[in-house]
């Protein structure tokens, strides 16, 4: 049984920063890409970051890339998404999830497992 538990949301000011943490219950986790996807009001679920068990790979959605940095800590069985320069169309419900597979994807039915969503709104 693959647990996610997401925390770090909150309410931010556009321009501020924020940091996102997902703790995974899952053996091997390293050898597992995690990725980030996130879901506004009304609209569909979307890609934001995913990287690659070992960490050394990553790709970003373009409406996140240079904002957004995805990492992890395997010693931990964490991964984090520092979202910097904030504006407030990247206010949403955040989500990591997890499959089988090593290197990252970007499309959310690719995901097997998924926390339960941590909300992050960016005022002006």
């Known amino acids: 049984q693959v647990q996610l538990v997401e925390s770090g949301g909150g309410l931010v000011q556009a321009g501020g920063s924020l940091r996102l943490s997902c703790a995974a219950s899952r053996r091997a986790f390293g050898a597992y890409a995690m990725g980030w996807f996130r879901q506004a009001p009304g609209k569909e679920r979307e890609f934001v970051a995913a990287i690659s068990g070992g960490g050394g790979s990553t790709t970003y959605a373009d409406s996140v890339k240079g904002r957004f940095t995805i990492s992890r800590d395997n010693a931990k069985n964490t991964v984090y998404l520092q979202m910097n320069s904030l504006k407030r169309e990247d206010t949403a419900v955040y989500y990591c999830?997890?499959?089988?597979?090593?290197?990252?994807?970007?499309?959310?039915?690719?995901?097997?497992?998924w926390g339960q969503g941590t909300q992050v709104t960016v005022s002006s």
């Open positions: 999830a997890t499959a089988g597979f090593t290197l990252p994807r970007i499309r959310a039915d690719e995901y097997d497992y």
